[in-house]
């Protein structure tokens, strides 16, 4: 049959000439028990079967072809003469052959050509090929969606599980959902503390917790609103730090008829800080030397405290050079006090945000220094080192320098209000200690919030002791040195001190002390590896059971230990001989009432009796092999430091350890010449002397001038032109017929001149070497001065006086002269420093004019 499509037509051919239909045509005739063809039928009933199992569309195939088959046999019912419906129910090679062809989802062509096929065995083999086909695209359907179903159903299954297993947990009350948690733990941190909390932080805490509770868990403003209560909840609203004492006793072990230990632990609480003034003192000492102005202040921060009963907070700035023990100080005052300590530098801070947080908005956003100061801490009393405050930074982002106005005003820190939190704070009781190198740098409307100590730096005598009591010590522990190993000798330290390390501070002295122990460590490892004895093993066993060789120097000592037995000490023969008569004695008796070593009962009852007994021996043993142990490192010890020579560390062999020195002599001239004028400096290092050097240049009517080298500063020079007037004056009241200063040319010159100079704490030198060169008479050898000086000759304060005393005694001057109006600070200066010393104070230059070239001295002494 053929069908067309448009038009639409059927034609009808017949195969072969007969009056029935085409679906009533007989098949070829065959044998119903030929082997191959009942083999090829089971084959493909057995392919049928494995398709079905795994497809289901094959499924539906077969139901939908049953359904017709009933259709198709009410059809052939109304032909009463057609002789094939007697086989209709019968089994039917033929039949099978269609029905595999008519249910597999092979292409038309395909089945047609099984339709068209009379021969059975030909229809059987087609089909046969057909269910295969379909079988191998069942397989592989079955392949593609077990990996896809193991892929996807892994992340699946375990969501499922994991929301299973949430249910459940919150139908047996064991979990509850993620915001009731977060609640009940914001709750449970303010709880203890909720009296202390101030009334306004309690009501934002709860309405807080409320939105909270209102927000879907996936939301940006539940993670904002989260962050929020975890910040406001762990401030520590009324907290302060605890002074208490913890005293414990060693343990004791008596072992007579019975083993005891006692533990007693005493706890002491008293109010919330340290008022004891004696121990800040000792605690303070210990940690630095010097700095009595600071811990003077410190202590009577303490006096106070104790006289109200409670402690306010304080804004204390200190002041001075590099490495003179700034921030050290906070850290033992902080000891001293016994508060948290926390530090946090402002050295180039731009952001203001920085001091009083971030708005909540900004993505990101947190909290100021001050806040996550109070959190880490844990109380509300600590003690904040703001470091490098002189330092401050300004960028786009504000100006920190106002920003830290409200942060260090103690009539405003009790309400402090961070952008973050939104809420006030009170940081009334928190002492802040601040750090600045220059305090010139610092603004003045922060710096009048403060209270400065300066920190001059320390002297050579006071460098000694930090340098033995404290740098020496930590340095030569850091290292591992034995103190009877290494000897510095005060000389040593002193050429290190004067040649190496002048600065105002004890830094640069720590990391050369530093340097010579790594060298005179490096030098022990080398003498003890040289020095090291051959390592011999004595009264050992080989694994043939023969003694190892022993040394021959300890061969007699050796020999009289190894009596009992030639592989071991006596005490090791008696403990094999006493192991072995156990083992012979147990091989002899029944399995029950055999000894356990350390006769140690089998039952349990009397191994409970003898427990204390054996715990006792075993601590007595540990005890003793400890005692031994410690001995014998001891001997070790005490041999090792006899065979290894003590190093020596001297002046002569300084520059071995540190190098050839840095500084050399500051005093240039043995006897001061025409012209020269010894004056006083203060630098960064501590101070200094500084000689003024006048010479004529040309002499001649009229030629008058003054020229100037030294890199010196503008305000300087203004100083020489000065000295150039007074010198002048002076010089016509003195010898009025003398006209040098109007017919000479000077040349001033300052030596070191690479350095940069300024101020004009030099006049009165530049004067007195400008009227020595006129009047070519030399000053006193030992003659040092400073004072800034008008045009009508009168001397001004100068500052530094603490520094430039040290650099005059360090370039063995005994005289000074001092402006009248520094007689105070020369007063507060330590009697160590002005021991020795010869100082005149002076109101007018005249005065200094008798003392430089040998008139009456009327300075004031």
Request: charge should be negative; glycine fraction near 6%; charged fraction near 25%.
């Amino acid at each position: 049959m053929q069908v067309s499509e448009d038009p639409l037509t059927v034609k009808v051919d017949h195969l072969k000439a007969c009056s029935l239909p085409f679906f009533m045509m007989q098949d070829k005739p065959y044998d119903k028990d030929d082997d191959v063809i009942k083999a090829t039928s089971f084959e493909v009933i057995s392919t049928v079967r494995d398709v079905l199992k795994t497809s289901s569309l094959w499924r539906d195939h077969v139901q939908t072809y049953t359904q017709l088959s009933l259709s198709y046999s009410s059809l052939l019912l109304s032909f009463p003469r057609c002789h094939c419906l007697q086989h209709m129910g019968d089994f039917n090679y033929s039949r099978l052959a269609d029905f595999g062809a008519a249910i597999s989802g092979a292409n038309k062509l395909l089945c047609q050509q099984v339709l068209e096929e009379l021969d059975v065995y030909k229809r059987l083999k087609l089909t046969l090929e057909l269910v295969k086909k379909e079988l191998e695209i069942s397989k592989i359907q079955e392949s593609i969606a077990k990996a896809i179903e193991e892929k996807i159903s892994g992340e699946q299954r375990r969501y499922l599980l994991n929301e299973q297993l949430k249910a459940i947990k919150k139908e047996l009350g064991l979990e509850t959902d993620d915001k009731s948690a977060l609640s009940a733990k914001f709750r449970e941190r303010i709880e203890p503390n909720k009296e202390k909390i101030p009334p306004h932080v309690l009501q934002v805490i709860e309405e807080e917790l409320t939105k909270l509770q209102l927000l879907e868990a996936s939301s940006s403003e539940f993670n904002v609103t989260r962050n929020y209560l975890d910040w406001l909840t762990a401030l520590p609203y009324g907290n302060y730090s605890q002074f208490s004492i913890l005293v414990i006793c060693n343990l004791r072990f008596i072992l007579f008829a019975q083993l005891y230990c006692k533990l007693l632990c005493f706890q002491f609480k008293c109010s919330d800080e340290n008022f004891d003034v004696i121990q800040a003192q000792k605690i303070l000492d210990e940690d630095h030397y010097g700095l009595d102005d600071v811990k003077e202040r410190i202590l009577e921060f303490i006096a106070v405290g104790k006289l109200r009963g409670t402690s306010q907070g304080k804004i204390i700035c200190l002041s001075g050079p590099p490495g003179v023990g700034k921030t050290s100080i906070g850290r033992s005052i902080a000891r001293a006090l016994n508060r948290k300590f926390y530090r946090f530098s402002v050295g180039g801070l731009s952001d203001v945000a920085e001091i009083k947080g971030h708005r909540r908005t900004y993505i990101g956003a947190m909290p100021g220094k001050m806040v996550q100061c109070l959190k880490n801490v844990g109380t509300a009393n600590p003690l904040v080192l703001i470091d490098e405050i002189d330092k401050l930074g300004r960028g786009h982002a504000g100006d920190p320098a106002s920003a830290m106005l409200e942060l260090l005003d103690p009539e405003q820190n009790a309400n402090f209000l961070d952008h973050y939190l939104d809420v006030p704070i009170d940081l009334s009781k928190v002492l802040f200690v601040c750090t600045a190198n220059v305090v010139e740098m610092i603004p003045n409307p922060l710096l009048d919030r403060m209270e400065v100590i300066a920190i001059a730096g320390y002297i050579s005598d006071e460098k000694m002791h930090i340098a033995r009591d404290y740098l020496e010590k930590a340095t030569r522990e850091a290292c591992g040195i034995k103190s009877e190993q290494v000897e510095v000798t005060d000389a040593a330290l002193l050429a290190l001190i004067e040649n190496y390390c002048r600065e105002a501070g004890v830094r640069n002295l720590q990391k050369h002390i530093e340097k010579i122990y790594r060298k005179i460590a490096l030098q022990l490892v080398r003498k003890g590896e040289l020095n090291k004895p051959p390592v011999s093993e004595v009264g050992v066993k080989g694994h043939d059971g023969r003694a190892e060789s022993v040394s021959e120097t300890d061969e007699t000592a050796v020999g009289a230990k190894i009596e009992a037995e030639p592989g071991g000490g006596s005490g090791t023969g008696m403990a094999s001989e006493t192991s072995t008569e156990t083992e012979a004695e147990n091989k002899d008796l029944p399995v029950d009432k055999q000894q356990t070593p350390l006769n140690l009962p089998s039952e349990p009852k009397e191994s409970g009796k003898l427990l204390l007994w054996h715990l006792a021996l075993l601590i007595l043993l540990i005890a003793a092999s400890s005692q031994v142990n410690v001995e014998t490192a001891e001997k070790l010890e005490s041999e090792v430091s006899k065979t290894v020579d003590k190093v020596l560390v001297d002046t002569p062999n300084l520059s071995d350890f540190v190098g050839k020195p840095v500084f050399h002599a500051e005093r240039i001239y043995d006897q001061t010449p025409v012209g020269v004028v010894m004056g006083l400096a203060w630098t960064a290092m501590g101070g200094s002397t500084l000689y003024i050097e006048t010479t004529q240049v040309e002499q001649g009517e009229g030629k008058g001038a003054l020229h100037l080298t030294g890199q010196l500063g503008d305000v300087m020079k203004e100083s020489a032109q000065i000295a150039h007037t007074v010198a002048r004056a002076i010089l016509s009241e003195k010898v009025p017929d003398n006209p040098f200063f109007a017919n000479s040319k000077l040349h001033l010159h300052v030596p070191a001149g690479a350095t940069p100079k300024d101020g004009p704490s030099a006049g009165c030198t530049m004067i007195t070497s400008l009227l020595s060169l006129a009047m070519k008479k030399s000053v006193r050898k030992d003659l040092a001065m400073t004072g800034e000086v008008t045009l009508t000759g009168r001397i001004l304060p100068i500052g530094g006086v603490k520094e430039k005393t040290i650099a005059a005694r360090r370039s063995d001057v005994k005289t000074l002269i001092f402006p009248s109006a520094n007689r105070r600070d020369f007063d507060e200066l330590a009697i160590n420093v002005k021991d020795g010393l010869e100082v005149h104070f002076v109101d007018d230059y005249s005065q200094i004019f008798d003392l430089a070239f040998g008139g009456d001295q009327h300075g004031e002494k």
